[in-house]
């Protein structure tokens, strides 16, 4: 699953840095820029560019990549943490301490040190509602 992250990651960067070009292709009626399209041109203009490259594409490839990953890689993390009413940042600090070999059986119980990570996020969570529950009466 480390993919993910860096192929978005990827997909950002390339978005970043095409975003000016795409701008400038939009600002021309969509057709090709020429050589030398940027030169003599202020960073405002760039950057008015680099917006509208954004606008145009980024929702686009946004929706692309999650439909992707959702198919080849199942349910993503935050539509699992939703369907658990996972607190989002609770979520992400115990995934902080995520680490591969924990995908590896536990000799002594036969369970998964992932497992127990999982029970932790569940367990905080419920904590964390009767919390807010005994707040709120």
Same mark, same amino acid.
């Given at each position: 699953? %480390?993919?993910?992250?860096?192929?978005?990651? %990827?997909?950002? %960067?390339?978005?970043?840095?095409?975003?000016?070009? =795409?701008? @400038?292709?939009?600002?021309?009626?969509?057709? @090709? #820029?020429?050589?030398?399209?940027?030169?003599?041109?202020?960073?405002?203009?760039?950057?008015?560019? $680099?917006? %509208?490259?954004?606008?145009?594409?980024?929702?686009?490839?946004?929706?692309? =990549?999650?439909?992707?990953?959702?198919?080849?890689?199942?349910?993503?993390?935050?539509?699992?943490?939703?369907?658990?009413?996972?607190? +989002?940042?609770?979520? +992400?600090?115990?995934?902080? +301490? +995520?680490?591969?070999?924990?995908?590896?059986?536990?000799?002594?119980?036969?369970?998964?040190?992932?497992?127990?990570?999982?029970?932790?996020?569940?367990?905080?969570?419920?904590? $964390?509602?009767?919390? #807010?529950?005994?707040?709120?009466?």
């Amino acid at each position: 699953m %480390a993919k993910i992250p860096r192929g978005l990651y %990827a997909c950002r %960067a390339l978005l970043d840095a095409l975003a000016p070009l =795409i701008g @400038a292709e939009i600002a021309l009626g969509n057709k @090709a #820029v020429q050589r030398g399209w940027a030169n003599n041109v202020g960073d405002e203009t760039v950057s008015e560019w $680099h917006a %509208a490259g954004i606008r145009e594409v980024g929702s686009t490839m946004n929706q692309i =990549i999650e439909s992707t990953c959702a198919s080849e890689y199942g349910m993503p993390l935050l539509d699992m943490a939703e369907n658990h009413r996972l607190d +989002f940042h609770g979520t +992400f600090r115990k995934l902080a +301490f +995520f680490r591969p070999n924990m995908l590896l059986g536990d000799d002594d119980s036969g369970a998964t040190v992932l497992e127990g990570l999982n029970a932790e996020l569940l367990l905080g969570e419920q904590r $964390h509602r009767d919390k #807010v529950r005994y707040h709120l009466t």
